[in-house]
């Protein structure tokens, strides 16, 4: 199993936007320098709690700070961009960091988004998914386009640079709510990112991945699909838990609910948040272990996954937030990628021939004592 986080980032309003934006990119190469897989940034332009307005801007920039994790743009709202521009700035960004680069695309996160820029909201998901065909081509063929869309024409387009990943950089779409996500991942044999909100049946969401690709005549991969959890880690439930609780229900009742209009998925009142979302089974508050059972029903549940995704957040102190990562790494990460099983069966092998070596040691020390012994006494 591979790991990684996804980023909107969230950050509340009171904070300064500059100090945000670097803890950001330190954590990127904290979580590099841990081992993790994958990071994915998202693009929003509303609501004050997320201002990354160009993952790819952002990426650059923490590619800079990196060596091996790999960076996606989770996601790019297709819907508010021409395709060509698209195109152009994810094939240069392939080539800035080697192929280290994933494309995420989406049809916007925030319907406040929409409205600012005049799109309707019951149109955003086609207009993606046309724009979406169109990078597509320009990714894949040098043969001329000429199209149009909503706001954009092409005529006898074609991307010049073309992409240091063959035949693109891999190419994910993120799921909350709608199966259309799902859907287009299957039809065009994308990774599907599973955002965990509430109560969502994620086999459910897979069924419609493997329907769509079966359609296209393709065939869904399980280890494709990435399944994005709120995760924080302490070394102890209590500790955990009492490093989110406010910061988690402010950001359920100040953001998700009052900004976003999604209805919050338990009760309140917000001090008792985390323990509403621990029980529901949304949220793994707690230690490593906690994390590896959830993961471990998660993937039976499901029928299996190839990514799990920290859905970031700050309901911690910095420093509590980047302690859950590590804490991640050191114990969760082995336990699951099957790192610890040499170890373990060395030292069985071990303790099992531990009272049998210790006698030969014994034996052996008694024997160099011997012939020191007699050396010394020239015999």
Do not use: C
């Amino acid at each position: 199993m591979r790991f990684g986080a996804f980023l909107a980032p969230f950050h509340h309003p009171r904070e300064n936007p500059t100090l945000a934006l670097e803890r950001d990119l330190d954590l990127i190469a904290h979580l590099d320098h841990l081992g993790f897989d994958e990071v994915w940034v998202g693009e929003h332009h509303s609501t004050g709690w997320e201002y990354i307005s160009s993952p790819e801007i952002f990426l650059a920039v923490a590619a800079e700070r990196t060596r091996n994790i790999r960076l996606g743009t989770g996601a790019v709202s297709l819907t508010y961009h021409h395709p060509l521009m698209v195109a152009d700035r994810i094939v240069l960004l392939d080539h800035l960091t080697r192929g280290r680069v994933n494309l995420g695309v989406g049809p916007g996160g925030h319907l406040s988004d929409a409205a600012m820029l005049g799109v309707a909201a019951s149109g955003i998901r086609e207009q993606m998914e046309r724009n979406l065909e169109v990078i597509l081509h320009l990714l894949t063929s040098t043969e001329p386009i000429t199209t149009s869309g909503p706001g954009w024409e092409l005529h006898d387009a074609v991307l010049q640079l073309r992409p240091y990943q063959r035949p693109h950089p891999p190419l994910a779409i993120p799921s909350l709510e709608s199966p259309f996500g799902m859907a287009l991942a299957g039809r065009l044999g994308a990774a599907p990112l599973s955002l965990f909100f509430g109560s969502a049946d994620l086999a459910a969401q897979w069924a419609i991945t493997e329907q769509a690709a079966e359609r296209a005549g393709r065939v869904a991969k399980r280890s494709d699909w990435r399944v994005v959890v709120p995760v924080h880690l302490a070394e102890s439930r209590e500790q955990a838990i009492e490093e989110v609780r406010t910061g988690s229900g402010e950001w359920l009742f100040d953001y998700v609910q009052a900004l976003t209009g999604r209805p919050a998925p338990v009760a309140g009142p917000p001090d008792v948040v985390v323990e509403q979302m621990i029980e529901a089974g949304s949220w793994v508050i707690g230690t490593p272990d906690d994390l590896v059972a959830f993961i471990r029903g998660l993937a039976e549940r499901t029928g299996g996954f190839g990514t799990f995704l920290v859905w970031g957040h700050e309901w911690a102190a910095p420093e509590a937030t980047r302690r859950s990562y590590e804490l991640l790494a050191r114990h969760v990460m082995p336990e699951l990628q099957g790192s610890l099983d040499g170890l373990r069966a060395s030292g069985v092998v071990a303790r099992g021939k531990a009272a049998d070596l210790h006698e030969q040691r014994i034996a052996g020390v008694e024997a160099a004592r011997d012939r020191n012994t007699r050396e010394r006494e020239g015999r």
